[in-house]
């Protein structure tokens, strides 16, 4: 079992945990779960992310080497800047989704905590005679999330920065809490304005208490409720939208790929789909006329045909019914096409929703 550096002060606010990510205890809930799930949409809610993988890059060719194995632009990030990216097979199917931070004097990747070590070995194994380093972080770096339309308030005091509100998704800066280095990093993961502060383990504490004492009625945030917030903002994540058969256009990552750029692992796959063709699938959501989230890997129907399978299910309390994230085939893809899902209820009706939900 692993245990993030803020697992004792969870405990003491009296969260119920779960086993979520390959072995990581979390807080699922710290009170009602829709009533977190409302903080983040109408307020603020602070949740500790610190079981994502992270990697560091340094070393003079760190740019120039990452750039030419995964799917966006490294070489063409300034200082501060950052994208989203993902690392492929030759088949440009995806090994990681990779969140690229470019910093003053390294570039750290978030990824997935189920994948991070297998995203490490792969990069790991291109480095020949580049003055490249790669290492894994996530022991020694956590992540704390500020999410909701009253986040930049809340963060602006924090770090004495303007401006945040206007910051690009994925771009940082770098403040200070505690005397302690806060890398700041534009987010839009849930579907609201928010902010992921990187800092130390050792800093963690520190941080999450004076943010929590910094502004009245700062709830934090568990896991259900983030799901819920992420699969109404139609935001795949690694182990349910995104695996090892999926190549990213289905997914419709577009923005996780720079067209314009030359050669990458899997380029040539992703860019034949692109140009030459088209998916055979796509990423849709669909609301559900029912009481209950449906299963993963549920079989989705139209008429007598099987035409794809639910990937992640929730309760919206923003929509007041059940809503999934699923993959369904070309012919259902367009908004309002009607489905119908297996359960344990018999088959149920669905609506097709082109993503995000909210």
């Not at 632009?73 to 989203?84: F, I, R, T």
């Not at 500020?146 to 800066?173: Q, R």
Request: proline share 3%; aromatic share 6%.
């Amino acid at each position: 079992m692993k245990y993030t550096s803020l697992y004792e002060i969870h405990r003491e606010l009296g969260a119920t945990f779960a086993e979520k990510h390959n072995g990581w205890q979390l807080p699922v809930h710290f009170s009602d779960t829709v009533d977190e799930h409302n903080a983040v949409r109408r307020d603020v809610g602070i949740a500790d992310l610190s079981y994502l993988g992270i990697l560091k890059l340094t070393g003079e060719d760190r740019a120039k080497y990452l750039h030419r194995l995964i799917s966006n632009d490294v070489e063409g990030l300034s200082v501060g800047e950052g994208n989203y990216a993902t690392l492929l097979t030759n088949r440009g199917k995806i090994i990681a989704d990779l969140r690229v931070y470019n910093l003053k004097d390294e570039i750290l990747i978030s990824t997935a905590p189920e994948n991070c070590e297998v995203a490490f070995a792969e990069l790991d194994k291109y480095i020949i005679a580049d003055d490249v380093e790669i290492s894994i972080e996530t022991d020694k770096v956590g992540v704390i999330a500020v999410y909701g339309p009253k986040s930049p308030e809340l963060v602006s005091t924090l770090l004495n920065a303007d401006a945040l509100i206007s910051l690009t998704e994925h771009h940082s800066i770098v403040g200070e809490v505690n005397s302690e280095k806060i890398v700041c990093i534009k987010s839009h993961i849930v579907g609201e304005c928010g902010f992921h502060l990187y800092a130390n383990t050792d800093a963690l504490v520190g941080l999450w208490e004076k943010l929590i004492a910094s502004r009245s009625q700062v709830l934090p945030i568990g896991w259900d409720a983030l799901e819920a917030l992420r699969i109404e903002a139609g935001t795949p994540r690694f182990g349910t939208e995104l695996t090892d058969a999926v190549i990213p256009l289905e997914a419709e990552l577009e923005d996780a790929i720079d067209f314009e750029k030359g050669c990458y692992i899997g380029q040539e796959i992703v860019a034949r789909m692109k140009y030459r063709g088209h998916p055979n699938r796509l990423l849709r959501g669909i609301a559900i006329e029912s009481e209950h989230p449906l299963q993963q890997n549920s079989r989705i129907f139209n008429g007598e045909k099987d035409v794809g399978w639910v990937t992640s299910s929730t309760f919206s309390p923003t929509i007041g019914k059940p809503i999934a994230l699923c993959y369904v085939r070309m012919a259902v893809t367009d908004e309002g096409s009607q489905v119908q899902i297996e359960s344990s209820d018999g088959l149920l009706n669905g609506t097709v929703v082109e993503l995000p939900f909210i």
